[in-house]
């Protein structure tokens, strides 16, 4: 056990000391994150036993991720990444009154593009479905469906950009409460389609797909108040001589670019997908699920919370910022580290307890783990590309970030070419985790050539404990995992409650074994100093 003097040279502690530690926010983050993914995790046991891994989920999830795809670059994408230092300048050097005409002239361009995209793409749902998923086509009757589905789900765009936008306010002003919570209700309006209106449909996809674009109404709706409280509800406007809107439109062309590179690497998953073998597409919905657990509850949360935090000690040039941006690097291998390796060992076990219920057979399970094993690679290096892009995005250099986004698509459209058809799956979900390490070891260097981060003192004393940790956690595992028929033949309620034992006797053996060996960021999780932003 390391002395008291020990933690005081932790390297986290000038942060800490600073008061502008930004753990608190990522933990209160994190919590309302992981309400939402809890309820995302029974929405998706719901619509398993509703779709099962046919025809109607892969139209649904095919018309549900073209919005989102969107979404990445109107909404927490390329706008956020370019929105939010620009945002955090202004609150930083200019008057209370530019700041809010500021924002109420981004808010009017925003919906006005966000608007003539979405008719264009409802006009053209059947292009887009051809373009996204050509192997739909030799299916009129699941094509046809598609595009049904997408003519619904599209305006889903134009409500949840806007809802990033508000999000991206409330956070730069430091209220991460209610853009963390506010995904709960697309889940609860996606359930209680599926639950109260789906069967009474021939096509019960359709009332689901309105499930998805009353969520987004809801979720806009949801978060006006808090504007309001903070000074930020404003009609929108399209004044075309501000300032901050030019600065903001020239950033968002790199980043818009490299958000649209980003995509090309899930449309190319998408019509891979849709040509390598029946039900790839659903395969891999299920374990991407099962991945986005860990990525959204901590990834996003500690993205939300670092790049508002580095864009403000960007703009006072802070001698705080390679500190911040460490500790957020050695949060990212703390806590990814054991998702990693429990996603691994628990893959099958965690698919047939949540999802192997009505029409989701035994066989998807075992398909869908495959995909499971090789996005959980990628956990660690999406991870710690949410942390140090926005180190680029601080520094209002969005240029960066693009050419690295560039050549990892080219990876990935590589390997996935060469893997697809011999794995299927398994080979596109190694494909994007690949693309994922390389992008974030491109970041990493960069970062350390420019002298932007700098790895402060005891990493390797921190690799080693982790690791450690990480093994003897694995092994606990593997032991008490038992096999795939034991898991087939338990009930319900039998393979939840054994799931999440397994689930929590991992997390506290590696929690108390991290505290037994002092690792300093653990106990920084523990203690009760004033951690706020």
Do not use: C
Request: avoid cysteine; proline fraction near 6%; glycine fraction near 8%.
């Amino acid at each position: 056990m390391p002395s008291s003097s020990d933690d005081a040279q932790s390297p986290i502690s000038p942060v800490l000391m600073s008061g502008l530690h930004p753990l608190r926010s990522v933990l209160k983050v994190g919590g309302n994150t992981m309400v939402s993914r809890l309820l995302g995790f029974a929405r998706d046991v719901i619509l398993a036993r509703l779709f099962g891994a046919g025809e109607m989920a892969d139209a649904f999830f095919v018309a549900f991720r073209v919005p989102n795809l969107f979404r990445r670059l109107f909404g927490e994408g390329a706008f956020s990444q370019s929105f939010i230092p620009v945002l955090g300048e202004y609150r930083a050097t200019r008057p209370a009154s530019e700041t809010r005409a500021f924002v109420a002239d981004v808010a009017g361009w925003l919906a006005l593009a966000l608007a003539i995209v979405t008719i264009v793409g409802m006009l053209g749902a059947s292009a887009v479905v051809y373009a996204i998923a050509p192997g739909f086509a030799d299916n009129p009757d699941k094509f046809h469906l598609t595009v049904e589905l997408l003519r619904i789900t599209f305006p889903y765009l134009f409500f949840i950009s806007l809802v990033a936008l508000a999000g991206g306010v409330l956070n730069t002003y430091g209220h991460f409460t209610v853009p963390a919570f506010t995904p709960v209700f697309l889940n609860l309006s996606i359930i209680a389609a599926a639950v109260f209106w789906a069967p009474h449909l021939q096509q019960p996809a359709i009332a689901v797909a309105w499930g998805v674009l009353v969520g987004g109404v809801v979720q806009l709706l949801f978060q006006l108040p808090a504007l309001r409280r903070v000074g930020y509800l404003h009609w929108p406007r399209l004044r075309r001589r501000d300032p901050g809107v030019r600065q903001l439109l020239r950033l968002m062309g790199p980043a818009a670019f490299g958000a649209s590179v980003a995509q090309i690497n899930l449309f190319l998953n998408t019509i891979l997908a849709s040509l390598v073998g029946a039900n790839v597409v659903s395969y891999l919905y299920y374990s991407d699920r099962l991945v986005e657990f860990p990525l959204g509850v901590f990834g996003v949360a500690l993205g939300t919370v670092v790049l508002p935090l580095l864009s403000r000690q960007a703009a006072e040039r802070s001698p705080r910022f390679p500190q911040t941006l460490d500790w957020a690097l050695r949060l990212t291998w703390l806590i990814g580290l054991p998702a990693t390796v429990g996603l691994l060992i628990l893959a099958q076990p965690l698919l047939i307890s949540l999802f192997r219920y009505g029409a989701y057979t035994a066989e998807d399970a075992r398909q869908s783990a495959l995909s499971l094993i090789g996005y959980g690679l990628g956990i660690l290096p999406i991870i710690a590309a949410r942390v140090l892009a926005p180190a680029f995005y601080a520094h209002q250099n969005t240029r960066t970030p693009v050419r690295f986004a560039m050549i990892s698509v080219v990876v990935n459209m590589g390997i996935s070419l060469i893997l697809a058809w011999p794995l299927q799956q398994l080979g596109l979900a190694l494909a994007t985790s690949t693309a994922a390490l390389v992008n974030a070891l491109m970041l990493w260097r960069r970062l350390r050539r420019d002298g932007i981060y700098q790895a402060q003192p005891g990493w390797r004393v921190f690799l080693l404990k982790t690791g450690g940790l990480a093994l003897l956690m694995g092994i606990v595992l593997l032991y008490l995992r038992g096999d795939t028929p034991l898991w087939l033949s338990l009930p319900l309620w039998e393979r939840l409650l054994r799931v999440l034992g397994l689930v929590i006797l991992a997390a506290v053996l590696y929690l108390m074994g991290g505290w037994w060996l002092g690792i300093g960021e653990l106990r920084d999780l523990y203690g009760r100093r004033s951690l706020h932003v």
